[in-house]
Structure formats: structure tokens, C-alpha cells
């Protein structure tokens, strides 16, 4: 006779869950195409990494508000 094997899946423990970090309140005056002009305005032509760095949006959001 064949040995019989377990199909059931194996239980293992539950993964940890990373929770959101409390961000801060969003603020018109910081916020997307107006942190971006706001910069522009500020510290003249700037590169688009200068631009993310200076504002603390991702390159991504710079590149989407400036193009």
C-alpha cells in the first residue's frame, strides 16, 4: 500500500500588517501644483528632481504637474 500523504495546506501564522503612518493634514498651500509653482516662484527654474526634493512630492507627482 502507497503511504498517504497530508493534502491539507499547512497552517502558518499571520503575516504582520504594516499600518499607515499618521500623515499631515493636507494643506492647500503645499499640495501638488501649487507647492510646485509656489517652489518655481521661490527658487527660480528648477529640475525636476530639485523640484521633488523641494517640495517633498515624489518625482512622479512633479513630473504629472509639470508637464
Do not use: K, W
Not at 23 to 42: F, I, Q, W, Y
Not at 49 to 60: D, I, K, N, V, W
Amino acid at each position: 500500500m502507497p503511504p498517504v500523504f497530508d493534502t491539507a495546506p499547512a497552517l502558518r501564522p499571520p503575516l504582520p500588517v504594516a499600518l499607515p503612518s499618521p500623515r499631515e493634514p493636507r494643506r492647500p498651500d503645499r499640495d501638488g501644483p501649487t507647492a510646485v509653482l509656489g517652489a518655481v516662484l521661490r527658487d527660480g527654474p528648477l529640475a525636476r528632481t530639485a523640484l521633488a526634493r523641494a517640495t517633498g512630492l515624489s518625482p512622479a507627482a512633479v513630473s504629472r504637474h509639470t508637464a
